[in-house]
């Protein structure tokens, strides 16, 4: 594309993969074997934005519950173990998810930033027959701090101008967001910001340039117009 738009950085659950009341799921499930609740409304107004290991350290701090690493790293294991029985039950992308990232991939270079784990991410775009689209993935672990800090972007970001061979521009590069922490996240690395309606509505999508009610909403001819009206 010899456009404005030179880069697209997809979050992945609740952008992409209709996930995150599988986690939710999960962690509640993991969480009651040690008599822990979790509930929704909590999930989703304090802990959505972290990665597994971040969540429970969270969870933990805020209960005043005393919990070794070990214990904690023992507990995300069974979580996952827990959320890869529901991924295989079922499809988990969102409507249009995979008919966008196909059209984008044949635009400009796309990458992934993940507070998920690699192994989800790889299983569930090979499934859909995308995972060889992404010029790079980042996930969880991949850096020392997780979203809302800008790493885990920067990185992506880093990896896919490596990949591309191209000398890409980040206030011409999109990142595309369900979630205020990730919003932070992206612009925290320099990207335009667009917000997609699946977790939250818009109104708490503080950051967003442009909001859509998902991938299936969204056209690249949208982002092109977002890079070239608002370059900076």
């Known amino acids: 594309m010899s456009g404005a738009l030179q880069a697209i950085v997809f979050d992945f659950d609740g952008v992409i993969a209709d996930s995150e009341p599988l986690h939710l799921r999960a962690f509640q499930q993991t969480l009651a074997d040690e008599h822990i609740e979790l509930s929704a409304p909590d999930y989703y107004s304090r802990y959505l934005g972290y990665d597994d290991l971040g969540l429970v350290q969270a969870l933990a701090a805020d209960r005043g519950i005393a919990m070794s690493d070990r214990e904690m790293t023992a507990l995300v294991a069974r ?132 909001v859509v009610d998902g991938l299936g909403a969204l056209t690249l001819s949208a982002l092109e117009q977002l890079c070239a009206n608002h370059h900076a």
């Open 79 to 210: 979580k996952g173990v827990r959320l890869q029985e529901m991924l295989h039950g079922g499809h988990v992308l969102f409507p249009g998810a995979v008919d966008f990232i196909r059209a984008a991939a044949a635009e400009v270079p796309i990458a992934i930033a993940s507070g998920a784990m690699k192994h989800e991410i790889a299983a569930i775009t090979e499934a859909a027959g995308i995972r060889a689209l992404f010029g790079a993935i980042v996930a969880s672990g991949d850096t020392p701090h997780s979203k809302p800090s800008p790493a885990p972007y920067l990185l992506a970001f880093e990896r896919l101008r490596q990949a591309s061979g191209r000398t890409l521009d980040p206030r011409r590069s999109v990142a595309i967001e369900d979630s205020r922490w990730g919003l932070e996240s992206a612009r925290g690395a320099g990207l335009r910001c667009v917000g997609v309606t699946n977790s939250y509505p818009a109104a708490q999508l503080e950051g967003a340039e442009l």
